[in-house]
C-alpha cells in the first residue's frame, strides 16, 4: 500500500492551493480517504474525509466553508481544495485510507495507511 502526497507550497495568505494523493496498492473504491494535518508544535489533527462510494464528503470546523475533498477513482487519486488560506493551516498535510466510510470525529488511529505528507505554509 502507498499513498504519495503532493502539492503542498507557500502561499499567502488569502491563497488557496490543491493537494494530491496518489494511492497504490489496494481496491481504491473500497476505502475512505482522509487528510489530517500536523501543525508546528501541536498534534495531527483530522481535516476531511471521503468514503467509498458513493464518496460523502466531511469537514472539520476548522476548516468547513475552506476546503473541498474530492476523489478520482479512475485515476485512484484524491484531492484537497484548499481556499482562503490562513496562517493557522501551516502543517503538514498527509493522505490516508481506511475501509468504506468516514467516522466523525477523525481520529488516527482509525485509520490503516499514511503517506509521506506535504508541507503547506501559508505566509505574507
Known amino acids: 500500500v502507498q499513498l504519495q502526497a503532493s502539492g503542498g507550497g507557500l502561499v499567502q495568505p488569502g491563497g488557496s492551493l490543491r493537494l494530491s494523493c496518489t494511492a497504490s496498492?489496494?481496491?481504491?473504491?473500497?476505502?475512505?480517504l482522509g487528510w489530517f494535518r500536523q501543525a508546528p508544535g501541536k498534534e495531527r489533527e483530522g481535516v476531511s474525509c471521503?468514503?467509498?462510494?458513493?464518496?460523502?464528503?466531511h469537514y472539520s470546523d476548522a476548516v468547513k466553508g475552506r476546503v473541498t475533498i474530492s476523489r478520482d477513482n479512475a485515476k485512484n487519486m484524491v484531492y484537497l481544495q484548499l481556499d482562503s488560506l490562513k496562517p493557522e493551516d501551516t502543517a503538514i498535510y498527509y493522505c490516508?485510507?481506511?475501509?468504506?466510510?468516514?467516522?466523525?470525529?477523525?481520529?488516527?488511529?482509525?485509520?490503516?495507511?499514511w503517506g509521506q505528507g506535504t508541507l503547506v505554509t501559508v505566509s505574507s
Open positions: 490516508t485510507s481506511r475501509r468504506f466510510a468516514c467516522p466523525s470525529p477523525m481520529k488516527e488511529d482509525q485509520y490503516a495507511h
Open positions: 496498492g489496494f481496491i481504491f473504491t473500497d476505502y475512505a
Open positions: 471521503i468514503s467509498a462510494v458513493p464518496g460523502m464528503s
